[in-house]
C-alpha cells in the first residue's frame, strides 16, 4: 500500500508531461497547416499536364485521344485543340487554304498521329502546312481540288533546309481540280514535285493516288521514295509505265494499277517487277491490246506468280480477239497487220504535206493570173477555130469531084 501511494506522485507528473508536448505539437501544426495545404496544392497542380478543352464545334473524346470537327463549316483550323488529341478529323469543311503552320502550337501537338482533311473543299496548301507536328504519321488529303500544292507542303517552309517529314501513310485520292483550276501546267508534275521535293519523304511506306486522271508518271517520282511498300495508282489514265523505273523499290509489297489505260507492258518494266521480292501486282480493267506487241507480256504472265488474279485479264483490242483470256494465247494468235515502218508512214506524211503546199502554191498562182489566163485561153480559142475553118473548106473542096479535077488541073 505504502509502495503504491509513494509511486502515484511520478506518474502524474509523466503524464502531464506528456499532455503538455501533445498541446505544443498541436499548435505547431495548426499554425503551419495553411502554407503545407497551398503546397501541396501547388504541386498538384505543377504534376498535371495542360490538357486544354474542346473547341465547341468539334467532339472530343480524352479516352480515345480523338478530336471530330466533322461537316462544321470551319474556315480555319481551331486555334485551341486539347493537347492530348491524336487523332484529328477535320472532314468536310471550307478550309480553302492551309497555310504555314496551320498546326502550330505553344506548347506543340505532339501527340497528333494522324490527320484527316478530306473532303473540306482545300485548294491550296502552302509550305510548310504541316509543321510542328512530330508525330505525324497519317495524312489524308483525298476528295479536295488542289489546285495549288506547294512542293514543300510536306517538308517545311524553308526551302533551303530539308527537313524529313514523320509521315508514314499519304492519302492523296481524287484531288484533281477542275480544268480550268490547273493554271495551264501539269498536275502530275505539280504532285511529283511536292512528292521529291527535299526527299522529306524518304520514310513513307504508304501512298495513294487513285483517281486522279494521272496520264503518266513523272520519269524519278518513284527515285525519292525507297521505302515505299504499298503504292495504288488505280482508276487513273496511265496509257504506258514505259518511262516509270520501280527498280529501287526493293520493299515494294503491292502494286495496284486497276482501272487504267495500259495496252501493254514492255520488257523493261516486266523485268523490273520480275526483280522486286515481295510485290503483289494488280492489273484488272485495263484495255489490252492482244497484237504481236503481246507476245513478251503474255510469256511473263505465264510463268510470273506476282501478278494477282492473272487469270481474269482479258482482251479489249483487235475485236476479233476481245474477251480472250490472256493466258491462254500463244503466239500464234498474237499477229500484228502488215503495216509500213514508222519511218516509211512519216516519210509519206511529209511527202503529202509538201504535195499539199505545192498544190495550194498552184491554184493561187492561177487566182493571181486568171485574167491573164483568160485572154490566153481565148487566143487559143481563135486560133483553133480558124485552123478548123481551114480544114473545113480543104474538106468540101475534096468532097466535090468537080472541084476536085479542077484542082488537079490547076496544079498541073
Sequence with gaps: MPGGCSGSPSTGDGRLRLARLALVLLGWVSSSSPASSELSLFSAVSTQPPLGYCPPPCECSEAARTVKCVNRNLTVVPADLPLYVRNLFLTGN??????????????????????????????????????????????????????????????????????????????????????????????????????????????????????????????DVLAYLPGLRHLDLRNNSLVSLTYVSFRNLTDLESLHLEDNALKVLHNDTLAELQGLPHVRVFLDNNPWVCDCHMTDMVAWLQETEVVQGKARLTCAFPEEMRDRVLLQLSSSDLDCDPI????????????????????????????????????????IRDACRDHMEGYHYRYEINADPRLTNLSSNSDV
Design 94 to 219: 471550307q478550309l480553302a487554304v492551309l497555310p504555314a503552320g496551320a498546326f502550330a502550337r505553344r506548347p506543340p501537338l505532339a501527340e497528333l498521329a494522324a490527320l484527316n482533311i478530306s473532303g473540306s473543299r482545300l485548294e491550296e496548301v502552302r509550305a510548310g502546312a504541316f509543321e510542328h507536328l512530330p508525330s505525324l504519321r497519317q495524312l489524308d488529303l483525298s476528295h479536295n481540288p488542289l489546285a495549288d500544292l506547294s512542293p514543300f507542303a510536306f517538308s517545311g517552309s524553308n526551302a533551303s533546309v530539308s527537313t524529313p517529314s514523320p509521315l508514314v501513310e499519304l492519302m492523296l485520292n481524287h484531288i484533281v481540280p477542275p480544268a480550268d483550276e490547273q493554271q495551264n501546267r501539269s498536275f502530275e508534275g505539280m504532285v511529283a514535285a511536292a512528292l521529291r521535293a527535299g526527299q522529306a519523304l524518304r520514310g513513307l511506306r504508304r501512298l495513294e493516288l487513285a483517281s486522279n486522271h494521272f496520264l503518266y508518271l513523272p520519269r
Design 340 to 379: 509500213l515502218p514508222p519511218s516509211l508512214q512519216t516519210s509519206y506524211v511529209f511527202l503529202g504535206i509538201v504535195l499539199a503546199l505545192i498544190g495550194a502554191i498552184f491554184l493561187l498562182v492561177l487566182y493571181l493570173n486568171r485574167k491573164g489566163i483568160k485572154k490566153w485561153m481565148h487566143n
